[in-house]
């Protein structure tokens, strides 16, 4: 559901990789992008739908699971609309714009009796997958400090509106570092203090923030230092442990991730990371077992995001 530029570039093609499920349907607002969905990937008519005949999908035995890849602010109406038309659903990260959205997402998928995960791909990654075992494990002790930097310069449309994307980069990108402070500490972070940088571009970013950066502290004495921009690049994470160190750069990107440690490079064979993660809540599904990803993974995020967001307005560190 939504036929952007994910969709267009990652989600479709992943979908001719996947060995467990495969691409039945569509759902799109824009004739022209049915049409050439239909064509390219040989869709049936009756699998086609406009967000107006949406709920119709309840009655087709053909779709088992829809994948929400819309704006920020449109992912609860329609996870819940999927849910009560009986289908198992993928929601794009974040999950939504507000924790009160998460829990509705959560409690409607729940009432139905249908599963419901989000797309956080990089669990599926090997690279990332290794920077967790590390962290995990200990291999170089217990971690001390993370660093972490998520940025670009291409962001357009809908992500630049605050209505429709919840807020900027850290709603889009930043919430990589937040998601990976959590997966390398196995902990949630107990005080976020967040520092906007000047607008380079007043106009473009007008409701949203342009950059900025933020720590987080846990529990256990661990800082991660980390930011994200929509006009500057970055693409890294590192971790300092006890004796050693181990990051990747790129370490968000679909592709061509590189890992090192202070033992030298990681030979890692990479994978089709959203082949592997729909593949997963397929398997999940028809082996009536968990979701590693599930809205309860989302929601805190939000949380996280919306503490960032709150000492950004207040100039104050707040407590989780």
């Known amino acids: 559901m939504g036929l952007g530029l994910y969709s267009e570039g990652q989600l479709g ?28 990937y040989d869709i049936p008519e ?34 819940i609309r999927a849910a009560r038309a009986g289908k198992h659903v993928i929601c794009e990260k974040p999950m939504a714009t507000t924790v009160e959205e998460c829990n509705e997402m959560i409690d409607a998928c729940r009432e139905a009796g249908v599963m419901l995960s989000v797309g956080y791909r990089l669990h599926f990654d090997p690279f990332n997958l290794e920077i967790m075992r590390l962290a995990n494990e200990k291999i170089y002790g217990a971690v001390k400090k993370i660093s972490a930097s998520h940025g670009m310069s291409s962001a357009q449309g809908w992500r630049l509106n605050k209505e ?4 900027g980069p850290l709603m889009d990108v930043g919430i990589y570092c937040v998601n990976a402070g959590r997966y390398i500490t196995n902990m949630e972070p107990m005080a976020v203090h967040a520092f906007e940088s000047a607008k380079k571009d007043k106009k473009k970013f007008k409701t949203i923030e342009e950059s900025l950066t933020w720590t987080m502290e846990y529990a256990n004495g661990v800082i991660a230092e980390c930011s994200c921009s929509y006009s500057e690049y970055g693409n890294h994470l590192r971790v300092e442990a006890e004796n050693g160190w181990f990051e990747l750069a790129p370490a968000f990107s679909y592709g061509g991730l590189k890992g090192i440690t202070s033992d030298g490079k990681m030979n890692i064979t990479p994978i089709n990371q959203q082949a592997a993660q729909m593949d997963d809540f397929a398997l999940a599904i028809l082996n009536e077992r968990c979701t590693p990803m599930p809205g309860e993974m989302g929601i805190q995020d939000i949380k996280i995001l919306q503490a960032i967001y709150k000492s950004l307005e207040t100039g104050q560190m707040i407590k989780m």
Do not use: Q
Request: contains cysteine; glycine residues 8%.
């Open 13 to 40: 093609p992943a979908l001719r990789e996947t060995k467990h499920c495969y691409l039945a349907g569509i759902v799109s607002g824009s004739e022209k992008k049915r049409k050439k969905w239909r064509r390219k």
């Open 46 to 79: 009756k699998n086609i739908y406009g967000y107006e005949n949406f709920t119709a999908i309840k009655d087709n035995d053909d779709i088992d699971i829809v994948y929400v890849v819309l704006p920020n602010s449109m992912h609860t109406e329609y996870v």
């Open 164 to 167: 429709l994307a919840g807020g």
